[in-house]
């Protein structure tokens, strides 16, 4: 069979194999374990199936395999910076064991969660990953191993944690600004685990140093408007704030929106700390001072502790806390006067 034959249809696996010098078991492998197979013959390979235009099909694989070689990634809101690094730092562990993610938004709800959870079940992902918060029946019946990335208000029974250590974020932030010589700082939080967390690491090291805890919007979201809104409540009841942290990027956003409406300069009349470290504190134009979550640190943890379970089902579920960094830019100074 020549090449010009085998793109008059679609190619297969025999024509792969065929053009790449080596059996069609050996092109299996490469689809299903590639790490098995030298990477002078998946470079063959690969270029093969470039050429000929050869997609694999998944569902043949997992008839052939019993693998669907898919994790299940549930997350609550895709406007949140977070799960970028977490799912870019996941796929960077999968992709050479030739695991994919499937990604499922729950939105808040117990029954929005629930249901991401079965349909992702219901696909036969191998493993399951929450960066959601997670209802009490989500996992019930559920053999698959799992992971909750990042603190959440509780974690199912059987499943692993894997999150920043968010408390100690806090703290970060609120050292930073207390060292900047700010006493009237401001604190925008939101509803959630992580949140919480970061939340009474700022208060506890704010109260050691005698300062007054401002803090608005722990029952809100964590989204620009709710940042925005949270920012407004404290610099209308409290003019004299000369700092504020919020709970992640997009509300130090809102708070910069805020500062901006009332006339008030970045860093000079006020400053601003985001967290997370996203791609938006690290733009040039906003240059915002950050806690690093280390989140695809996070997301690489998540990937091997799955990996390691589907392997041995054996191995009991992890917690593990990775530790923050501070990243200083240009949103916060030292306070003037």
Request: charged content about 20%; some cysteine; hydrophobic content about 40%.
């Amino acid at each position: 069979m020549t090449l010009n034959t085998a793109r008059k249809r679609r190619p297969t696996i025999y024509d792969v194999a065929q053009s790449a010098g080596v059996s069609p078991s050996l092109v299996s492998l490469v689809l299903q374990n590639p790490s098995k197979v030298s990477e002078k013959r998946r470079t063959a390979v690969r270029a093969a199936m470039s050429e000929l235009g050869y997609r694999p099909s998944r569902a043949a694989t997992t008839l052939a395999s019993s693998q669907t070689k898919s994790i299940g990634l549930v997350i609550d809101d895709f406007r949140n910076l977070w799960f970028v690094d977490l799912l870019r730092g996941m796929e960077s562990a999968l992709s050479p064991h030739g695991y994919q993610v499937t990604l499922a938004d729950s939105r808040p709800g117990e029954n929005r969660i629930t249901e991401a959870t079965d349909g992702l079940l219901s696909m036969h992902v191998e493993g399951l990953v929450i960066a959601a918060e997670p209802s009490e029946s989500m996992m019930a019946g559920t053999w698959v191993p799992a992971v909750v990335a990042g603190w959440r208000n509780g974690v199912p029974a059987g499943a692993g944690l894997i999150t920043n250590d968010d408390d100690a974020g806090g703290r970060m932030a609120a050292d930073h600004l207390l060292g900047l010589g700010h006493t009237s700082i401001g604190h925008l939080s939101g509803s959630g685990g992580a949140a919480a967390h970061r939340r009474e690491g700022f208060r506890s090291r704010v109260l050691e140093a005698g300062v007054e805890v401002r803090i608005a919007g722990e029952s809100r979201g964590t989204s620009e408007e709710d940042g925005y809104a949270a920012a407004c409540g404290i610099l209308d009841r409290f003019p004299d704030t000369t700092a504020l942290f919020a709970a992640n990027d997009t509300m130090a956003l809102g708070a910069l929106a805020a500062a901006t409406a009332r006339g008030l300069s970045v860093p000079a009349d006020l400053s601003v700390i985001g967290y997370d470290n996203s791609q938006l504190a690290k733009s040039r134009y906003l240059d915002m001072s950050s806690v690093d979550n280390r989140s695809d640190i996070v997301g690489v943890d998540v990937a091997n502790t799955l990996l390691a379970r589907i392997q041995d089902p054996t191995l009991e579920p992890e917690r593990r806390l990775i530790r923050p960094a501070l990243v200083v830019r240009g949103t916060t100074a030292r306070i003037s006067g």
